[in-house]
């Protein structure tokens, strides 16, 4: 059952893993949006923006980061029995994040290179996202994420209805917009019809094409979407390359890539 704090508001709490923090500080950035539902919750976790730390349970956790290590293993268990609700933010917490590239290779090669004294790193041999772990009641995407989205997320569940977050393609936004196809009209490679909604199509609109950082859209094509890449005099490298960004360990983006790994 949701705990409730002295005040009766539901208790939110803000949690970080391996990540650039850029989607706690959009969290910061929606102050103004923020002050909308600050009243009726209790921010009671969140060390980013505060010295003041609630124990749990808390009603509603929030996530940002990728599991790398097996301390996060454990901790990531905790924080899940400690939350009612927990909620996934960005690409490193849904998908692994850019560190997901390590996925790929053997990660004890890079340790010996990297730390004068490997013995003392403890590390997971991959990247991954919180939900292999452990349940997740709602995985919110991006690279950063959208700050309008995540007070969507949370308002959702604050009044116990589905959050309502757009399902489909980035193409999508470019039509309402009315952007030209950058990929028909010019031929630059473009991930935006397999790429989630969430940044109002910023790079299409500024004659650029898609990076895919909300990850996959809703039962992306992207073996289609490859075949293009190569109707405009891209390789098999430039492909695989395409795919292995901010959501490289995404299932659809992962898969795709690894069909144009030779």
């Not at 949690?15 to 949006?33: I, P, V, W, Y």
């Not at 700050?147 to 997320?153: D, G, N, S």
């Not at 992207?222 to 390359?241: C, H, N, P, R």
């Amino acid at each position: 059952m949701p705990t409730k704090s002295k005040s009766l508001k539901p208790k939110v709490a803000v949690f970080k893993f391996a990540s650039c923090d850029g989607c706690q500080l959009s969290l910061l950035d929606a102050e103004d949006e923020l002050l909308d539902v600050a009243g009726a919750i209790d921010i009671a976790f969140f060390p980013e923006a505060s010295r003041r730390m609630l124990k749990g349970p808390y009603d509603i956790g929030i996530v940002e980061g990728s599991i790398t290590t097996p301390h996060d293993v454990e901790h990531i268990r905790e924080i899940r029995k400690s939350c009612a609700v927990l909620i996934t933010i960005g690409a490193c917490a849904t998908a692994g994040g850019i560190q997901a590239l390590r996925n790929w290779k053997d990660i004890k090669n890079y340790v010996h290179i990297v730390y004068a004294s490997p013995e003392y790193i403890s590390t997971l041999d991959r990247s991954l996202p919180v939900g292999s772990f452990v349940h997740v009641d709602f995985e919110l995407r991006g690279c950063p994420i959208n700050k309008y989205q995540l007070i969507e997320v949370i308002n959702a569940f604050l009044n116990k209805r589905k959050p309502n977050i757009h399902a489909y393609s980035v193409c999508m936004d470019c039509k309402l917009k009315g952007n030209e196809c950058v990929m028909v009209a010019r031929g630059i490679p473009c991930l935006g019809p397999v790429t989630q909604s969430g940044c109002g199509a910023i790079c299409p609109s500024f004659d650029r094409g898609c990076y895919g950082c909300f990850g996959p859209m809703e039962s992306p094509n992207t073996q289609a979407l490859a075949a293009q890449y190569k109707e405009v005099g891209e390789s098999e490298l430039d492909i695989k390359l395409a795919f292995r960004t901010f959501n490289a360990y995404a299932d659809a983006f992962r898969k795709e890539s690894e069909a144009h790994e030779h």
